[in-house]
C-alpha cells in the first residue's frame, strides 16, 4: 500500500502577540516579549503578577456572537484559530462544499479545558444558588467541546475528539490526526490545541505548586530559558491550529503546502507527577521514536524547537536527551525557546510552536531565545539562538512538547518536496 504522506495545508492562531500567523512570526523575529502585568483580576497578594496575556479579543466575523458570549476562552480561541486556519488553507465556502465531509475531522485538546468558566460556576452557586447557574456550564467547560463545536459549525463527520496531556497535548492530537490521515480513515484533519488558563483558579494552582518565576520587577525577562538565573516557567495562554491533509488530497484541490509532517511519537516518563527523569532517558527515546516514523536519517534535522519552559529541571533534561539523541551532530544543530516570549501556553503550546517551526522552515529564519544572559554549561556545542535571529535553511526540524504526568511528545517537520 502506497504511503499515505501528510501535509500542512493551513495555520492559525491566538497568541498574546495577535491572531495573524505573519505578524506573530515576526514579532518572534525581532525578538519581543509578549509578557505583562496581569490586570483582569486583583493579584497584589500573589507571588507571581504577570503572564502572556491575550488582551482585547474579539471573535470578529469567525464565531457566532451568541455562541461566544456563552463559550469559555479556550473555545472561542480554538475557534477563531480554527477558522482562520481554514482560510489560510484556501478552503472558503465554496471550497468546503467540495469536501466528502465524512472525511474530514478535527482533534483539538486543552489541558485544563473551561478554567474561568468553571471557577465562576463555582463562585454563582457559593453567593446565588444553584439556580443561577447556566444551563451551559457543563458544555462551556469540557475540553473536547473546541473541538466538538468546530466541527459542528464545518459539519465535519470524520474522527472528533480530544487528548489532554497537560502541556504535551497539542503534540499528541497532531499525532493522533497523522495517524488517522496515514490509516486512510480521513483525508483532512484540523488539529492542534488551546489554553485559557488566565483565572485566579489557574495562576493560584500554578503558584501554590511553585512553579512560576516571581520576577514581578521585570516581567519581560522573566521567561529565561537555559539560563542559570532562571526561576520558573511564565504562564501564557492561547491556541494553535494546523490543517493535516493527505498530499494528494490536498494537491487535487491545489492547496498551498507549507510544510509536511513527517513523523511523530509520544511516550511516558512513569516517573513522577510534575517531574521529569532528570537523565532525560525516556525522552531520548520519544525523539528517537519520531524520528524512526518519519523515516529519516537524524544527521537530516537542523533544527529543535524546544520545550524548553524555564524550569530548573525540565530544561536540562531535555538539552540530555538531545546530546543523547544527536551525540557529535549537535554542533549542526540550532535550538530555540518560542516560550521566552509567549510563555508557556501549556496544552496549546505544541500548536503554537509548531506554527514557529514551519515558519523556520518557509522563511529560513529562527527566532531568537531571548533573555538568554547566562547559558547552563551543558548547552555546550547547542547553539540556542541566544537573543539573536539566525538564518538557516531548515532541512529537517524536531517540536518537543512534555507535560506533567510524564507526557512526552515530538514532530518532525520538513520542507515540502514532490
Same mark, same amino acid.
Given at each position: 500500500? !502506497? ?45 507571581? %503578577? ?15 456572537? !451568541? ?8 473555545? %472561542? ?139 514581578? $520587577? ?19 495562554? /492561547? ?8 498530499? $494528494? ?25 510534575? $517531574?521529569? %527523569? ?12 519520531? +524520528?524512526?516514523?518519519? /523515516?529519516?536519517? !537524524?544527521?537530516? +534535522? ?17 538539552? %540530555? ?25 501549556? /496544552? ?15 522563511? !529560513? ?10 547559558? $547552563? ?33 515530538? +514532530? ?7
Amino acid at each position: 500500500m !502506497k504511503e499515505r504522506r501528510v501535509v500542512i495545508t493551513g495555520m492559525g492562531l491566538v497568541t498574546c502577540f495577535g491572531s495573524d500567523v505573519d505578524s506573530f512570526y515576526n514579532s518572534l523575529l525581532e525578538g519581543k516579549s509578549g509578557i505583562t502585568p496581569i490586570t483582569d483580576f486583583d493579584v497584589s497578594d500573589y507571588t507571581t %503578577r504577570f503572564a502572556g496575556i491575550i488582551k482585547d479579543f474579539d471573535v470578529g466575523e469567525f464565531m457566532p456572537k !451568541k455562541m461566544a458570549r456563552r463559550a469559555d476562552p479556550f473555545i %472561542r480561541y480554538a475557534y477563531v484559530a480554527s477558522m482562520k486556519a481554514l482560510l489560510m488553507a484556501k478552503l472558503d465556502e465554496e471550497a468546503k462544499n467540495l469536501l466528502d465531509r465524512s472525511r474530514c475531522g478535527v482533534i483539538i485538546g486543552s489541558g485544563m479545558g473551561g478554567m474561568k468558566s468553571f471557577s465562576d460556576g463555582v463562585e454563582t452557586i457559593l453567593k446565588e444558588g444553584y439556580r443561577r447557574l447556566t444551563p451551559f456550564f457543563v458544555p462551556i467547560i469540557i475540553t473536547n467541546m473546541a473541538g466538538a463545536l468546530v466541527g459542528i459549525d464545518l459539519g465535519f463527520q470524520g474522527p472528533n475528539f480530544s487528548i489532554s496531556t497537560a502541556c504535551a497535548t497539542s503534540n499528541y492530537c497532531i499525532n493522533a490526526a497523522l495517524e488517522q490521515i496515514r490509516m486512510g480513515k480521513s483525508d483532512l484533519m484540523i488539529t492542534g490545541g488551546t489554553e485559557a488558563p488566565m483565572s485566579q483558579i489557574g495562576l493560584a494552582g500554578f503558584v501554590q505548586a511553585k512553579a512560576l518565576s516571581t520576577r514581578n $520587577e521585570d516581567p519581560a525577562k522573566a521567561s529565561r530559558p537555559w539560563d542559570k538565573s532562571r526561576d520558573g516557567f511564565v504562564m501564557g495562554e /492561547g491556541a494553535g491550529v494546523l490543517i493535516l491533509e493527505e498530499l $494528494e488530497h490536498a494537491k487535487k484541490r491545489n492547496a498551498p503546502i507549507f510544510a509536511e509532517l513527517k513523523g511523530a511519537a509520544t511516550n511516558c516518563d512513569a516517573f513522577h507527577m510534575t $517531574e521529569p %527523569r532528570e537523565d532525560g532517558s525516556i525522552v531520548a527515546e520519544c525523539i528517537e521514536l519520531a +524520528i524512526k516514523d518519519a /523515516g529519516i536519517d !537524524k544527521e537530516r +534535522i537542523n533544527y529543535i524547537n524546544a520545550h524548553a519552559t524555564s524550569t530548573k529541571a525540565g530544561d536540562l533534561c531535555e538539552v %540530555r536527551a538531545i546530546k543523547k539523541v544527536f551525540g557529535p551532530h549537535i554542533k549542526n544543530i540550532k535550538m530555540n525557546s518560542t516560550k521566552s516570549m509567549t510563555g508557556h501556553c501549556l /496544552g496549546a503550546a505544541g500548536g503554537i510552536e509548531a506554527i514557529a517551526s514551519i515558519k523556520a522552515i518557509n522563511t !529560513k529564519k529562527l527566532h531568537p531565545t531571548i533573555n538568554l544572559q547566562q547559558p $547552563e554549561e551543558e548547552l555546550e556545542s547547542l547553539d540556542p539562538c541566544a537573543n539573536k535571529v539566525k538564518d538557516l535553511d531548515v532541512t529537517a526540524a524536531i517540536s518537543c512538547s512534555f507535560g506533567f504526568g510524564g507526557h512526552n511528545s515530538v +514532530i518532525v517537520l520538513v520542507p515540502y518536496k514532490e
